[in-house]
């Protein structure tokens, strides 16, 4: 199994070259380099609000043009899904730094990615909050439920629109999925919440509602980046 990832990385580096969305030096999609240029936040979690219970963060998505090209390119054309793991790893960081990074923390614990319409996902191709969380997921030590939440409403893009529209957008947009949610949530005592960017909040305020209306006690959220 190991030679088979050598030789599909070999092909995929020699067809399919990598360049880093810093500087564009060849062979990464983030040199080294250009990664101690992120200023990973050392700050933890924000107050409880209405729903969500706190929220992770590992960078300030207005204040660096780098961190939103990463964004950008991990869900929208050229789609560079394998930045998931770039990503995860920022994230890791955060952790650490904040000492959030131990098995207490985490015990109990899963993770659900913020789901795609079906449509968007069928253009995507994948779900860039699925992939972040399937890359935390073994480094944390705990597990991705993919099948808790659904989205069921086919929402506007979020750019451009201000606080209130943003509320409104995403209101009704998601639902628990047809099977109960308390077997499929049994066991754990906290679930985290997973999304590349958390704006005004609304859509993890949304899903986080849907969680605690059915019984969730605590709901948190981990974000790659904060814009507010």
């Known amino acids: ?75 929208y054309p050229p789609y560079l899904r394998a930045l998931a793991p770039v990503m995860a790893d920022i994230l ?52 991705v439920l993919t099948d808790v939440l659904i989205k069921t409403k086919e929402t506007k893009s979020q750019i451009g629109l201000g606080g209130r529209a943003r509320e409104e957008n995403m209101l009704g947009a998601f639902s628990l999925t047809k099977n109960p949610c308390e077997p499929q949530l049994h066991g754990f005592s906290k679930v985290f919440l997973v999304d590349d960017v958390y704006t005004t909040g609304s859509t993890m305020q949304e899903c986080a509602k849907i969680l605690k209306q059915s019984g969730v006690k605590s709901v948190r959220g981990i974000a790659f980046a904060r814009e507010a």
């Open 92 to 143: 890791i960081e955060h952790f650490v730094k904040i000492g959030q990074n131990t098995d207490q923390i985490w015990k109990n614990s899963v993770l659900i990615p913020v789901p795609l319409h079906k449509k968007k996902m069928a253009e995507r191709g994948y779900n860039q909050s699925e992939e972040l969380a399937k890359e935390l997921s073994p480094i944390l030590k705990i597990p």
């Open 1 to 75: 199994m190991d030679n088979f990832l050598k030789v599909k990385t070999f092909f995929e580096d020699l067809f399919f070259p990598k360049f880093c969305l810093g500087c564009n030096r060849e062979g990464y999609f983030l040199c080294q380099d250009c990664r101690h240029l992120l200023d990973i936040l050392e700050v933890s979690f924000s107050a409880k609000n209405k729903y969500l219970d706190g929220l992770y963060f590992a960078l300030s998505y207005k204040e660096n043009k780098l961190c939103q090209r990463l964004v950008h390119n991990f869900k």
